[in-house]
């Protein structure tokens, strides 16, 4: 970033959420629970078609940096006796919703999905295939661990349909690994990646971050020239979401070496300049993709869709999350599971019908049309609120005090404005968030500080 450009960063600095959902989980509350669930669930037309997303929360060994909900859990036996309570709670859903539903998407994260037993893995999803119909055009697809994936769980991946992995990286230089308590060699990534690749599980992504502690442009640009050599079809590259009041653990961290605002975007810029050189598209606000991949694709075609996993290809109107945490996102609202492995177990067990629900948001009318215009900034990086007004049947000064905010962006290059449809610039893309947030009327200086850095 240069001189001039700097001064953005007063201007837009701060905490904002990243917009997975809207309105945010910072919104969730425990005026939401398992009736509600329920409710949404039966609800659902029976011709619709849904996401699966199951957690499990447990990884091998911790990372200082993650902000994920995961525990270490080396016990087969407790592994195994979790994936059952995911047997359980899908029997629970299949109750609700019935079963033969077709399913467009589905992803394994965590946490380290891996770490449970080949068998317990194959029974669940035995299960799903059993008691669903997954589209011939379903992504199927797992967060795997270079350092941790045991050897038979390639060819079991394969086996068992899944045809994308996920892997992080993060960054490969040794004094940032070290800091973060993250230790994977090149030589460990690569070869998990061939494995996966040799054993049939064609598509790879890999994840990346930016902000973290002893990072600087040069040691960025070298872990992003390296992982471009192997070509994965696409790229995750986050900043650094520093919450050591959600994860205690990133104050293990040498947390005063963490680069600053400035440093973060000069980060971002590197790699950005890295992957765009090596012919990797940018979509949206942090993703990359090869150009035959159905990302890219999805982006030209103007159906990229964003949820709690990120930017994604599928369409459907409901997700189902299964698992500690778990979030679904349902036409009626969204629920969020109990987060911890242990509390979950502990409402699995109260009843035989329940679901492991502690807290959601119900949605009314106008959290879908702001959710609409966001997730259009956050994923095709424009919005023409005047169409949106009219699919939606608002009154024509609908969003003018909205986008009225937007002067100041425009002044600054970020966003360009013809009529009322609403245009990212080149400039803009890191500070896309910031657009999206002038749409969320429930962003407030008191609520700012449960997000992490907006750069």
Known sequence: ??????????????????????????????????ADSQEWLSA????QPV??????????????????????LRDTDARAAYAALLHEELRRILKLIGTGRRVTHLQWGGG????????????VMQVIRQNFTITPDAEISIEVDPRHLPPEYPALLHELGFNRASMGVQDLDPQVQDACGRIQSWEQTRACLDA?????????????????PRQDTDSVTRT????????PDRLAVFGYAHVPWKQKRQNLMPV?????????IEQRAAIDAVLRHDHFLPVGLDHYASPDDSM???????????????????GAAALIGVGASAISSLPGGMTQNAVSSAAYARLMAQTTDSLPVVRGVRLEDDDRVRATIIEQIMCTMQVDVDQIILDHDLPASSFDTELSRLAPMMRDGLVSMTARHVRVTEKGRPFVRHVAAVFDRYLSPQTTPLHASAL
């Open 224 to 231: 992003a020239q390296a992982v471009a050599t192997l070509r």
């Open 296 to 314: 890219a694709r999805a982006m030209r075609a103007g159906t990229l869709h964003r949820n709690f996993q990120g930017y994604t290809v599928d």
């Open 196 to 212: 996966l690749r040799n054993a049939g599980v064609a598509s790879v992504n890999i994840d990346l971050i930016y902000g973290l």
């Open 51 to 72: 996401s699966l997303y199951l957690h499990v929360p447990f990884c091998d060994t911790l990372c200082r940096f993650c902000g994920c909900n995961t525990a270490v």
């Open 112 to 123: 380290t999905p891996t770490t449970l037993p080949a068998g317990a893995m194959r029974r």
């Open 1 to 34: 970033m240069n001189a001039a450009d700097s001064t953005l960063l007063s201007r837009y600095g701060g905490n904002l959420p990243r917009y997975t959902s809207y309105p945010t989980a910072a919104q969730f509350s425990d005026a939401v629970g398992p």
């Open 44 to 47: 659902l037309p029976a011709t």
């Open 256 to 264: 005063g070496e963490l680069p600053d605002a400035q440093a973060r």
